[in-house]
RNA sequence: GGAGAGUUGGCCGAGUAGGUUGAAGGCGCUCGCCUGCUAAGCGAGUAUACGGGCAUAACCUGUAUCGAGGGUUCGAAUCCCUCACUCUCCGCCA
């Protein structure tokens, strides 16, 4: 959400970022509507303070042991319009409200212009594909051959993108889990955190997932509770409404948790593998940082992220959104996408995030500054990894002539020290 | 699921026969004084949001906020209703 006082002050430069982003939100009747609610308060407001002047008028009077029935009178009716124009300020408020969650963040001044992902400039590169000798399999054919994935039951037992993980397979997520989970703790001094996979409402608009996007998610029926599309809800919300000690900032968490999102319009896209499933597992890296910080935190979180990769040997490189190809909440993401043989191409497995203030404001996450002035946070997030797309990589990039995968050096020990499946 | 207790400012904690209580007191924090150093002591200050004035500063001013929402009343932290959450006991349960 963006700074009320910011779009009033600012309506040319929000609309500006709106456009570049694609977005259709036109911000006239917003303004328009603030206006009417700023002339209601302001009557309303005067209308109150007679009544608080007369009303302790009143209560002297009584003390005193005299009557006021005139004043009584005019001030039952006062109040009687107080409620009328406060209903009506209320509705303003909604109103506009709407509006305000609707709005997109504005991309930083770094952000590249572009129309969609084919826009998104490279960054860096790292490794290098891998020069098969023979035809390299699908990870879901050598997962199937191997005994270790299985689509068909996932679809009978529950259906489409979902997929039961077998014996070894079931492990590898596990040791991959761990792992990263290890990693980002020991190494780069995450405090780990195991989230609810449920949230509220609440929580799912401080995140900026609703009010608008709903279609993407799972409720849960007859209560308030969402399936979590990422951990980065849950975690973020940890503090919602919290005011934090500046001196602890940036307050670094990382987390598993499974994920669930209901890919609406996703139909017809990756419906292989492991890919694009309703519920994957992800490790999120979850920060929370100073204005002028933020920034640099991000770009160490993008490294952190990397440094999975790089450990397993994965080929990857990493792009910078474009305005067209940003999130909702974001000001700059950087994706990290790994190399899949099967889509002969680079692919998405991590979406590291600066927030700037947008979630902070909706969630009410503050920070007390050098001078004791509450001031909203900068949150940022990125997956660290998510793990059925590292399962996939590694099984792809991995894999052997004979149809076995060689097994990661830094994952043996999560493995009892195996060091091939199949 | 049943019964009871609670929810006040950054924290702790007063405050119910409704009326200068945005809210005593303490702690913490900030600034100053004092002081070989530290501690202690002394003085002052210390919520947020939204309006208006004003340069979208400082500052002044108004309104709202004592878990959330609604009601009663000229007036509610204080009375009534609904809901949420926390704690205790019972039941159930991994």
Not at 137 to 165: N, Q
Request: aromatic share 8%.
């Amino acid at each position: 959400m963006l700074d009320l006082k910011f779009v009033r002050g600012n309506p040319r430069v929000v609309q500006d970022a709106l456009s570049r982003r694609g977005s259709k939100v036109t911000l006239s009747e917003f303004l328009r509507l603030d206006e009417q609610r700023r002339e209601k308060l302001f009557v309303v407001e005067q209308m109150k303070n007679r009544r608080n002047v007369v009303s302790e008028e009143i209560g002297r009077l009584k003390k005193t042991g005299k009557d006021a029935p005139g004043m009584i009178v005019e001030m039952r009716d006062l109040s009687g319009q107080i409620k009328e124009l406060d209903e009506e300020i209320r509705k303003l408020e909604e109103q506009l409200q709407g509006i305000l969650l609707d709005i997109p963040n504005i991309p930083h001044d770094s952000v590249p212009l572009g129309d969609g992902a084919e826009d998104n400039p490279v960054v860096r590169v790292w490794g290098e594909p891998r020069k098969f000798l023979f035809d390299p399999k699908p990870h879901w054919d050598l997962g199937e051959a191997l005994g270790i994935l299985d689509f068909e039951r996932g679809g009978k037992v529950t259906g489409a993108r979902f997929s039961f993980y077998m014996g070894y397979g079931a492990r590898l997520e596990r040791a991959v889990i761990s792992f990263m989970l290890d990693l980002h703790t020991t190494e780069h001094g995450y405090v780990e955190v195991f989230p609810p996979f449920m949230v509220n409402r609440d929580s799912m608009v401080g995140t900026g997932q609703l009010p608008k996007f709903a279609e993407d998610m799972f409720k849960i029926e007859g209560t308030d509770y969402y399936l979590i599309p990422t951990a980065e809800v849950p975690v973020t919300n940890l503090y919602r409404n919290e005011i934090l000690d500046g001196e602890k900032l940036p307050v670094r968490h990382c987390a598993y948790s499974a994920c669930f999102r209901a890919e609406a319009g996703a139909a017809g896209r990756d419906t292989r593998g492991l890919i694009r499933q309703h519920q994957f597992n992800k490790v999120e890296l979850v920060k929370f940082t100073k204005p002028e910080e933020s920034y640099e935190e991000l770009d160490k979180l993008t490294r952190n992220a990397e440094r999975v990769l790089q450990i397993l040997g994965l080929p990857y490189r990493v792009v910078v959104l474009c305005t067209g190809d940003m999130g909702f909440s974001a000001a700059k993401t950087y994706d990290i996408e790994v190399w899949l043989p099967s889509y002969q191409d680079y692919k998405e497995i991590s979406s590291c995030s600066n927030f700037s203030d947008f979630q902070a404001r909706r969630a009410g996450i503050r920070y007390r500054n050098a001078k004791g002035k509450a001031e909203l946070v900068h949150t940022l997030n990125g997956s660290g990894l998510a793990a059925g797309r590292t399962v996939a990589a590694i099984l792809e990039n991995c894999q052997e002539s004979d149809g076995s995968v060689t097994i990661p050096e830094a994952l043996r020990p999560y493995m009892g020290g195996m060091s091939r499946i199949g």
